[in-house]
C-alpha cells in the first residue's frame, strides 16, 4: 500500500492533469521526482509520444554531475531538456509539476528549462 503522501500526490497529479493537455504545437513538459534522480519528459499527448527526455541518469547530465548537490543537478537536467527541445524546434511547452510541489529541485528543473530557452 502506498503511502498517505504518496496518495496525496497522485491525487495532486490527477486534478492538474485534468487541465493540462500538452499538443504538437505545445508539448507537456513532465518532470517527475525520485529520492536520488530527477526527470523530465516533452510529450505530445495528442499522439501520446515522447519528444525529448533527459534526466540526471542521462550521459549528457550524467559526466558533469561530481560533487553537485541534488537541486544543482536539477538544474542541469532543465538545461539538458531545453536543448533536446531546440534540437526538435519545440520552443514553447505546458509545465507539469506531476503533483509535487513547485519548490527545490522541482522548480531547479523549471529554471534550468527557461535559462536554456524554453518558454512556459
Excluded at 504518496?6 to 492538474?16: E, Q
Excluded at 516533452?42 to 501520446?48: L, Q
Excluded at 550521459?59 to 544543482?72: F, H
Aim: net charge positive; aromatic share 4%.
Amino acid at each position: 500500500m502506498a503511502s498517505k503522501k504518496t496518495m496525496t500526490r497522485l491525487r495532486r497529479k490527477r486534478s492538474i492533469r485534468k487541465r493540462i493537455t500538452g499538443t504538437g504545437g505545445r508539448p507537456r513538459l513532465s518532470v517527475y521526482r525520485s529520492n536520488k534522480h530527477i526527470y523530465a519528459q516533452v510529450i505530445d499527448d495528442v499522439t501520446g509520444k515522447t519528444l525529448a527526455s533527459a534526466s540526471s541518469q542521462s550521459e549528457a547530465v550524467r559526466g558533469t554531475t561530481d560533487g553537485k548537490k541534488k537541486r544543482e543537478i536539477a538544474e542541469l537536467v532543465g538545461r539538458a531538456i531545453a536543448s533536446a527541445c531546440k534540437e526538435i524546434q519545440v520552443e514553447t511547452v505546458v509545465f507539469d509539476r506531476n503533483g509535487f510541489i513547485y519548490h527545490g529541485r522541482v522548480k531547479a528543473v523549471a529554471e534550468g528549462a527557461r535559462e536554456g530557452g524554453l518558454v512556459f
